[in-house]
Nanobody
């Protein structure tokens, strides 16, 4: 069973940076697309960024393009989300999720759809505030 653990959240001032990590315990992430999703208080969970199993393709939500960078190190079974120039509206619980790249995820159109992912971490809080 694939288990994911997020880390790296915290409190940061607007304009600051954080790097989130998503690590798999025991099971290789080599064959999984991994995505980052976030949920603000009172709002639905939304897709932030996804990276393909090979790392060769990525996708970003429009409001994080140019500010966030997703990457992966398959040797370490870890996916990262570098978040720069953070804004108060980036505040929320950030979750990583993984799914094999068969079925719906063969199309990048579905990559930011949380319903397409079976495996989820417990989440890490990111708060952007002065």
């Amino acid at each position: 069973q694939l288990q994911l653990v997020e880390s790296g959240g915290g409190l940061v001032q607007p304009g600051g940076s954080l790097r989130l990590s998503c690590a798999s315990s025991g099971v290789s992430l080599d064959y999984y697309a991994v995505g980052w999703f976030r949920q603000a208080a009172g709002k639905e969970r939304e897709g932030v960024s996804v990276i393909s199993s090979s790392g060769g393709s990525t996708k970003y939500a429009n409001d994080v393009k140019g500010r966030f960078t997703i990457s992966r190190d398959n040797a370490k079974n870890t996916v990262y989300l570098q978040m720069d120039n953070l804004r108060p509206e980036d505040t929320g619980v950030y979750y990583c999720a993984a799914e094999t790249m068969v079925g719906a995820l063969r199309s990048a159109t579905n990559w930011l759809d949380a319903d397409e992912y079976r495996y989820w971490g417990q989440g890490t809080q990111v708060t952007v505030s002065s």
